[in-house]
């Protein structure tokens, strides 16, 4: 055996032979600086030592954890939400404020609202025929009032009815006519006759104004891409901020037939107009001029009714998100 320098280490069999016959060189001494040191050594293993005893999270350490991120992510998931409904939020707000000034100047230019209730004959002699639910009488009542000219019989023949191509050209409405309720009364009093789907405004000629060519009457022009016609309707209705559902309107001003209250129908809500305050003595919001509403993001509007800002907590939860031309919040925001 070879014992190296202080600092080294020993060498046997065939290793210190070598180094003796003088075959090979001993191998240079390690220096103390690159072993540990006693103390070195001790911290390593007392590190290991709790290394090793420390125990695996606990179940409860776990469940809190999991809890957390839970919380987390579901922030995440509304700050997302409320960043992505705000441009459809801003539009709707848009879009409401347009649609009032649309109807303001259907009243500069007619000399009242359009209504939110009508039937269309094309022969307008069919107004006269027995109608228990009186809204013959209110129709021809409002085209008679919008149009104090309007033709009723073909020039010359008294005895031919002169026939108004509501629908557009190409379209028949059939003798029982067509019912527009206020999301269709919209568009089509405020855009015009339409053609292929898109509203062209009325003639300027009084006798005939859905004759098509020549000067037209407009009260605004709507986005092609967001009018549609529900039900198979040949009237188009126009859909909010959100490209769900379509505005409503209510004439809740002085109307020839008086309010009407009767709800919107859309398959998953319906709407009617909103009151201040229940009977005997009933109040509308906008109560002599017009509310127009859009269902928000749930594509579900309230059903309409009582309903008080200061207790805008307690609507309808279909409500809740429902935007109008009376309130300027979420109706369920007080």
């Known amino acids: 055996m070879i014992e190296l320098a202080a600092g080294g280490f020993a060498l046997e069999g065939r290793e210190a032979t070598a180094i003796?016959?003088?075959?090979?060189?001993?191998p240079a001494a390690i220096p103390m600086s690159f072993l540990p040191s006693m103390r070195e050594f001790a911290v390593y293993r007392h590190h290991l030592a709790r290394t090793k005893g420390r125990?695996?999270?606990?179940?409860?350490e776990l469940l809190v954890v999991i809890a957390i991120i839970g919380i987390l992510v579901s922030l995440l998931a509304v700050g997302i939400f409320a960043i992505m409904g705000k441009p459809a939020q801003m539009t709707t707000r848009n879009d409401i404020?347009?649609?009032?000034?649309?109807?303001q100047k259907f009243k500069q230019l007619y000399g009242m609202f359009p209504p939110s209730k009508?039937?269309?004959y094309e022969n307008l002699a069919l107004y006269n025929q027995p109608d228990p639910t009186g809204l013959n009488a209110?129709?021809?009542?409002?085209i008679a009032a919008i149009?104090?000219?309007i033709q009723y019989t073909l020039p010359g023949n008294a005895t031919q009815p002169y026939l108004h191509k509501w629908a557009g050209p190409g379209v028949t409405?059939?003798?029982t006519g067509v019912i527009l309720e206020g999301d269709?009364?919209?568009?089509?009093?405020l855009g015009g006759i339409p053609n292929a789907g898109i509203p062209q405004g009325f003639s300027v000629i009084a006798q005939t104004p859905a004759v098509m060519g020549g000067d037209r009457k407009k009260c605004m022009d709507f986005p092609n891409n967001r009018l549609v016609a529900r039900g198979g309707s040949p009237f188009a209705s126009y859909i909010d901020g959100w490209g769900t559902m379509p505005y409503v309107y209510f004439n809740s001003g002085k109307r020839p037939d008086g309010y009407d209250t009767t709800p919107i129908n859309f398959g998953t809500s319906s709407v009617g107009p909103y009151i201040s305050q229940a009977a005997p003595t009933i109040k509308f919001y906008n109560s002599d001029t017009f509310q127009i509403i859009s269902a928000g993001a749930d594509m579900k509007f309230g059903p309409g009714g009582l309903w008080t800002p200061q207790a805008a907590t307690g609507i309808a939860a279909t409500g809740k998100d429902d935007m109008t031309n009376f309130y300027d919040k979420f109706m369920g925001v007080p």
Request: glycine share 4%.
């Open 118 to 120: 009508i039937r269309l």
């Open 55 to 60: 125990p695996a999270f606990t179940l409860i």
């Open 147 to 149: 149009w104090p000219n």
């Open 97 to 103: 404020l347009q649609l009032s000034q649309g109807v």
């Open 138 to 142: 209110a129709s021809i009542a409002y």
């Open 184 to 189: 269709q009364c919209l568009v089509f009093f």
């Open 173 to 175: 409405i059939p003798n």
């Open 20 to 26: 003796r016959s003088g075959r090979a060189k001993p």
